[in-house]
């Protein structure tokens, strides 16, 4: 089994920041893919970043240039930095890890941000 608790959501004013942080810990073995999609009410779960563990990342569009994703591949761990929050960032934000040599793919528990004046 392998559980991935998140952390730093919450309620920020617009142009404000946040940094999420999502642990693994259990028989990982390896984490290969981490990294966070988002999800409005209402609408599908979208990739906002993710991070190979060779340090490749891909961004969705929206959050290019505002978002950052790091890891800490001792740790298990991977953190989104998100600055310049806008309301429609607004979303439960939901952390992911696939593993090897052994496949699986985890999931966080979900973190509330929201974005509001």
């Known amino acids: 089994q392998v559980q991935l608790v998140e952390s730093g959501g919450g309620l920020v004013q617009p142009g404000g920041s946040l940094r999420l942080s999502c642990a693994a810990s259990g028989n990982i073995f390896i984490i290969n893919g981490m990294g966070w999609y988002r999800q409005v009410l209402g609408r599908q779960r979208e990739l906002v970043a993710r991070m190979m563990r060779d340090g490749s990342t891909d961004y969705a569009n929206a959050v290019k240039g505002q978002f950052t994703i790091s890891r800490d591949n001792a740790k298990n761990t991977v953190y989104l930095q998100m600055n310049n929050l806008k309301p429609e960032d607004t979303a439960v934000y939901y952390c992911?890890?696939?593993?090897?040599?052994?496949?699986?793919?985890?999931w966080g528990q979900g973190t509330q941000v929201t974005v509001s004046s």
């Open positions: 992911y890890a696939d593993t090897i040599p052994r496949p699986g793919l985890y």
